[in-house]
Each structure stands twice: as structure tokens, then as C-alpha cells.
């Protein structure tokens, strides 16, 4: 394949050359499954609740968003519930979820080329919590080796491959924190583009772990009741849990099998500036975002909604609104779905495509909840508490991790032949 095919803008590829969403998995707190998740984010539904996985004695405040009564073995047909980790358990039921939601059954999967990537921030860190705890209160315990069997994050991708018994496939876990997901997705969409991949299934996984919320505890970011991304008086995250899976496919494969197309993934971008180990740097984010409107042919005028990463601490809503703001001469409206859904970590922008994909296709903006009052130095329209009926054709998925390891993906509304980046072009 010639390069330049590979890299033109979407609007001038040809039908096998563009990449759709055909499937989506998703659980979280505030909905299992597309129906319940779509309800959620319509209704600005808030998946916060008293943290239950593990103990939090001694924290003055121990909110977080976990997925309530998570019951892994209806999607499981070759594993057993107790050889996975709750974060593979996550990501093998939505991976099942997607595919299905795809209207592909495992022998169609069988035979395509299947690039499997999932991101994630903990891995099976709750694994390791619990063995530690148990290991310290009560000494060795038989079933040890069975549980640090299967802590390696690896699983969070092989696992999938195994339970579609997928042979011809490449099986990826990235650990690129809290952008994992969306570095899921590009790397989905690249391996198709080049046609290293019939299918991709991308997304993140994550499981909520007593590791990473005393590390944000101790950082001064975890919010004492609720998450208030872009609100003058926001004190910190709520970490959370969940996973979110697409199904990618070409243009061509999509409409041969008539196959559901929720969106068109148009194209990505990605920074690393290792500006520093906790806080954001603009010009990194700015770029990063400047590189996917170029990959995906659209300018930056024809985005009208961008999903925030929106943490609701002091650092990043203030630099990420000043990267957007050197971006777009007036900013679309800009939200985070972290006020409903909590920091889910290398979960966290795949479940924010997956809500993308949703808005393209019903057609409105999820809400900022718990808002109050916007900080002046945000300055965007984050649509708070109420979501809105809207016509979105490009919509912008924002992933911002520690180290500076960015990842923008755009998707754009399907209308048969013209396509945003068609219009646009």
C-alpha cells in the first residue's frame, strides 16, 4: 500500500482505507452496557458512591466510582471468573460485549486478522493489594500462587485473544497511564489503515486499586465528596473503575456485512514531552491536538464538541483549557465525563470514546456535572449539569497522562458518503 494512502486525510481515502466503529463495550459506575450507559450520560448521572474494594480506614475521605454488582461470568465462555483479575475480568466481558454489539460471531472474528489492544494505568493492582494485605495480616496463603499467576498485565489483552481462540491476531497491553486508551485506539487504526488488521479491538481497563488512590490521596487530589472539572472551587479527582471497547473495521467491510456504523474514526495524534512527572505542559497538549485535526483532514472550526480529560484538579483544567484555547480561535463546547464516571484511568478516554461515539450518533452533549460556577481561568463552555440536544459531526476525545503522554483521537459522524472530513475538505 502506498503511503500517501495511508496518510491522506479521511475525506481522500478510498472506502477500504477509512476505519468506523462498528462495536462497543462498555462498563462503568454509571451504567453497564450501551443502553444503560447512554441513559447515564443523557441524564448526567453521578457513579459516585462510599469506596467498597478495598479498606479505607485512616483516609478522611474515601469517595470513588466503582461498576456495583460487576458479574463477569455471563460473558466469560472459556475462562473461569477466578483466573482473571477484575481489570482483564473488565476487559473480556466488554471486548464480548463489543463484538456482539458488532453483530460478529467468534468464528467470523476467527477468521479476520485481529489486532487486540488494550490500555491501562493498574493493571491487576488489586491483586496485588490484596495479597500484600493478606500476606502481612495472615502469612502465606494457598491460593497465592493462583492470584500472582495472573497479575501480569499482559493478560489484559491475551485474555481477550483466548476467549475468542483468535490465532491470527496481535495482543498489545499499553501502560501509558491515563491516556492508554486513546493510544488503544490509534494503534487499532493504524494497524488497520496499513492492513495489518481486518478488526481491531481497542480500548482500556482498569480496576479500582488502594495503590493509586493513596497515591493521589497522598498528592492532594482525591476530592472530598464529588468531581467538579472546571469549577472555581474543584478540589481533585475520584478514582474509578470500569472498561470501554470499539470494534474497527474498514469502511468497506462495515457496509459489505451491513454492519452498525456509530462513527468514523478520522484520525489521532500523539506527544510525549517528559515535561515533568505530574503537571501538564500546554504547548505538548496544543500540539497533540494539532497533529490529529491534521491526521484526521478536519480544521479545527469544524469540531463541535471536544471530551475534556478534565481531571478537576487545579493544574490540568487550567492548562488543558489554555492548550485549547491556543488551538481554536473559539472553543467548542468542552466537557468531562470524569464529574460522572470518575478518573477510570487507562480506561478513561476509551470509555470518553465510547460516550463520543454515542453523542455522534443520538445526536447530544453529555453534561459537566456537579457544577457550580465555571473558574475564569477555564474559560469554555463545559455544558454544566444538563446535557443538550445537539447536530455533532466532529467530535474531539482529549487523553492526558503523567509524563506528558498525550493522545488525541477524532471522530466524526457517518452520513453515508459525506463524511465531516468530506464536507470539510
Known amino acids: 500500500m502506498d503511503v500517501s494512502d495511508v496518510t491522506a486525510p479521511s475525506a481522500q481515502r478510498s472506502d477500504r482505507d477509512r476505519v468506523v466503529v462498528t462495536g462497543l463495550g462498555v462498563f ?14 443523557r441524564s448526567g448521572r453521578n457513579g459516585v458512591s462510599p469506596i467498597s474494594a478495598f ?11 466503582e461498576v456495583r454488582d460487576f458479574e463477569p461470568a455471563p460473558w466469560l465462555r472459556r475462562w473461569k471468573q477466578e483466573e482473571l483479575g477484575r481489570a482483564a475480568q473488565f476487559s473480556v466481558a ?22 487486540i489492544t488494550v490500555g491501562t494505568t493498574d493493571g491487576e493492582s488489586q491483586d496485588l493489594d490484596r495479597l500484600a494485605a493478606e500476606w502481612v495480616a495472615e502469612g502465606p496463603q494457598s491460593w497465592a500462587p493462583q492470584i500472582a499467576g495472573r497479575v501480569g498485565a499482559g493478560r489484559l489483552s491475551a485474555a481477550v485473544a483466548w476467549e475468542f481462540g483468535l490465532t491470527d491476531s496481535e495482543a498489545v497491553t499499553l501502560a501509558t ?22 478488526i481491531a479491538l ?6 479500582m486499586c488502594q495503590k493509586s488512590f493513596a497515591a493521589f490521596y497522598r498528592l492532594g487530589t482525591i476530592a472530598p465528596d464529588f468531581c467538579r472539572p472546571f469549577d472555581k472551587d474543584r478540589q481533585g479527582i475520584l478514582t474509578g473503575e470500569g472498561a470501554g471497547v470499539l470494534v474497527l473495521e474498514r469502511l468497506d467491510s462495515a457496509l459489505a456485512r451491513g454492519a452498525r456504523i456509530y462513527a468514523e474514526v478520522l484520525g489521532y495524534g500523539l506527544t510525549c514531552d517528559a515535561h515533568h512527572p505530574v503537571q501538564p505542559e500546554q504547548s505538548s497538549i496544543a500540539r497533540c491536538v494539532r497533529t490529529a485535526l491534521d491526521d484526521a483532514g478536519v480544521r479545527p472550526e469544524d469540531v463541535d464538541l471536544i471530551s475534556a480529560h478534565g481531571t478537576g484538579t487545579r493544574t490540568n483544567d487550567v492548562t488543558e483549557s489554555r492548550a485549547i484555547r491556543e488551538v481554536y480561535e473559539v472553543p467548542p463546547r ?3 465525563l470524569k464529574s460522572m464516571l ?32 465555571t473558574d475564569p481561568e477555564c474559560e469554555i463552555d463545559c455544558v454544566p ?41
Open 28 to 41: 462503568s459506575s454509571i451504567g453497564v452496557g450501551l443502553g444503560e450507559f447512554t441513559e447515564g450520560l
Open 55 to 65: 479498606d479505607t480506614t485512616g483516609f478522611a475521605h474515601a469517595n470513588g466510582c
Open 94 to 115: 466488554a471486548a464480548r460485549m463489543a463484538v456482539a454489539d458488532a453483530g460478529l460471531s467468534d468464528d467470523e472474528l476467527r477468521a479476520r486478522r485481529v489486532q
Open 177 to 198: 497511564a491515563c491516556s492508554a486508551g486513546n493510544y488503544a485506539i490509534g494503534m487499532g487504526l493504524d494497524a488497520i489503515r496499513v492492513g495489518d488488521a481486518d
Open 202 to 207: 481497542c480500548g482500556g481497563a482498569d480496576a
Open 334 to 336: 468542552t466537557v468531562s
Open 342 to 373: 470518575g478518573h477510570t484511568m487507562g480506561a478513561a478516554s476509551a470509555l470518553a470514546a465510547v460516550a463520543c461515539s454515542v453523542a455522534l450518533t443520538e445526536g447530544f452533549i453529555p453534561p459537566t456535572i456537579n457544577h457550580r460556577e
Open 385 to 425: 449539569n444538563q446535557s443538550v440536544e445537539a447536530d455533532l459531526k466532529v467530535v474531539q476525545n482529549n487523553g492526558l497522562a503523567f509524563a506528558g503522554n498525550n493522545a488525541v483521537v477524532v471522530l466524526g459522524r457517518y452520513d453515508g458518503d459525506r463524511t465531516p472530513a468530506t464536507v470539510a475538505g
